[in-house]
């Protein structure tokens, strides 16, 4: 009996072999069109705007994630923008036309929200298709601890500075 989705790992094979092929004979065709060393010239510039382009939205993308982190909110926008910098700054490093479409419509700021959007769409449907629940957190009111929050004495000598994960204190029981 075969897997759901065994399908991937074939297709990702003929997809290794095929991009480049398709690269090769894309290559030469702009070449019979345009001559060498436009062509050539075309890709060098393509992969050095392709480093800079990178190191900027990735330098943005960090931020923003970091930004995230900060605040305490979910960063998922912020690690797919992330993810898909660092594929498309690749792709554009590397030789061929139809890369460098892919690669640049991931890194542009105007287009990545369409790719990161499209992401968003196969992953869903891929996990929607392996049957995997969609989880909503809910309040657990029959567990819940009710508190206050009490600020610490100015001078603790062993609290470490801006350490806001460690909670200090008692649990006092009612119920004794």
Known sequence: MRRRGSWIWPLFVVALVAVPIFEVWLLIQVGRQIGVLPTVGI???E????????????ERAWTALNGALRTGTMPSAELADAALVLVGAVLLM???FATDVIGFFFLLPFTRPLA????GYLVARRVSR???PNQV??????????GETVEPPAAEPNRPPHDHRVIRGEIEDDER
């Open 43 to 45: 890709l060098v510039a």
């Open 47 to 58: 992969a050095v705007l392709g480093a800079w382009l990178g190191k900027r939205e990735g």
């Open 94 to 96: 590397l030789p061929g």
């Open 116 to 119: 990161r959007a499209l992401l």
């Open 130 to 132: 392996l049957g995997i």
């Open 137 to 146: 957190a809910k309040l657990d009111r029959d567990n819940l601890i009710e």
